[in-house]
């Protein structure tokens, strides 16, 4: 680096040639985000302060950041947090960072319980659980958009659940959600409702090692991997969650790329799952499978994406976990 003034513009020119250089995805993206971040400005600011000298703490800063993204480190770990749904999610090394596909399943699952509250909810149609629940990003969203809804969420990682209690507190929903630390259903035996969420770990174990490091290094392994093919836990969850659904629930789970049709067929291979819908994602692949034990009538006739069994859409977007 020469004497000259480092201005807002030259910082980011520098810095994006610098992350490209480290073989960084999207180096001017992540370059303004976390400059952003460091002046605690938005990402506009920055394009009408070009020419704007940095002081020398933010310089600092900065620098830091730019150490830790070329270790690979994600954006959303370097600044804590992650928006998803329109609401901020704090995020750390023992969470998964909530990515945009999952939104798929949020706005499946507020869509199908709004129907089903419409449909003259009784209390039961109110209560809903979250398995493998990471930052909470899936319960604590379709908490925020439909009142009066109740969840449990369990996690296998204490880390994690301690990260989605501050989340709901920050939220301000920590009074409708019951926090568990265990192994998929067994916390909540006993228990029914009208819906169980999951985004469960899906990548099969010999494809972690071809993921980005990013997600490979830095992202815990327990939210990772699915076992050998990657279905492990929808067995599980196949098996035994059905039998905690109330008459006209649903499950709704993420699943990774190819996964859609063996997860459905795992579903309605219990007898108590009398329907499954699947949902693609914004680039044309299958990532949610909703299934029902006795889909109400009414919800029958006008499916909300319009994408069941039968007409499911064309995969036409890249392949992507
Ligand atoms: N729900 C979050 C989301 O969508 O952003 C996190 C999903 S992450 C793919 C899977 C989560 O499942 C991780 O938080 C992991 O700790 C948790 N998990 C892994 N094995 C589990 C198990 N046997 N029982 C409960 N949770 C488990
Ligand atoms: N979608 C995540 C990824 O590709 C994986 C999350 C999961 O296993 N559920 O990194």
């Given at each position: ?104 399943l949020v706005q499946a699952a507020v869509d199908r319980l709004r129907s089903l509250q419409e449909s003259g909810a009784g209390a039961e149609k109110r209560h809903i659980a979250d398995i493998g629940t990471g930052t ?144 693609p994602d914004y680039a044309g692949i299958d990532r949610v499978v909703v299934a029902w034990r006795n889909r109400p009538e009414k919800m029958q006739a006008e499916p909300a994406e319009g ?15």
């Amino acid at each position: 680096m020469t004497n000259q003034v480092w201005t807002v513009g030259r910082i980011l020119k520098w810095t994006e040639n610098y992350f490209k250089e480290k073989g960084i995805e999207s180096p001017r993206l992540d370059a303004e985000v976390l400059l952003a971040h460091v002046l605690k400005q938005e990402r506009i600011y920055l394009y009408v302060h070009f020419d704007e000298p940095m002081e020398a703490e933010e310089l600092a800063a900065y620098r830091e950041c730019i150490k830790k993204r070329v270790m690979h480190v994600p954006v959303a770990h370097i600044l804590g947090e992650k928006g998803f749904m329109g609401l901020t999610f704090k995020v750390t090394a023992d969470t998964l960072v909530p990515r945009p596909d999952t939104e798929i399943l949020v706005q499946a699952a507020v869509d199908r319980l709004r129907s089903l509250q419409e449909s003259g909810a009784g209390a039961e149609k109110r209560h809903i659980a979250d398995i493998g629940t990471g930052t909470g990003a899936i319960c604590l969203s379709v908490l925020h958009y439909l009142e009066g809804t109740m969840a449990d969420t369990v996690d296998i990682s204490p880390a994690a659940r301690a990260v989605a209690e501050e989340n709901a507190e920050a939220l301000g929903l920590k009074d409708r959600v019951t926090f568990h630390t265990g192994d998929l259903l067994q916390p909540l035996q006993g228990m029914t409702f009208a819906a169980i969420l999951s985004n469960p770990p899906y990548i099969p174990e010999k494809d972690i090692e071809a993921l980005a490091p990013e997600v490979r290094l830095k992202e815990p392994h327990t939210a990772l991997s699915g076992g050998k093919d990657g279905l492990d836990f929808y067995r599980r969850l196949a098996k035994d969650a059905p039998a905690m659904l109330t008459d006209g629930g649903f499950m709704a789970l993420e699943v990774g790329i190819h996964q859609a049709e063996d997860v459905a067929k795992l579903a309605k291979a219990n007898p108590l799952i009398t329907e499954t819908e699947i949902l693609p994602d914004y680039a044309g692949i299958d990532r949610v499978v909703v299934a029902w034990r006795n889909r109400p009538e009414k919800m029958q006739a006008e499916p909300a994406e319009g994408t069941g069994d039968n007409e499911k859409a064309e995969n036409a977007g890249t392949e992507e976990d």
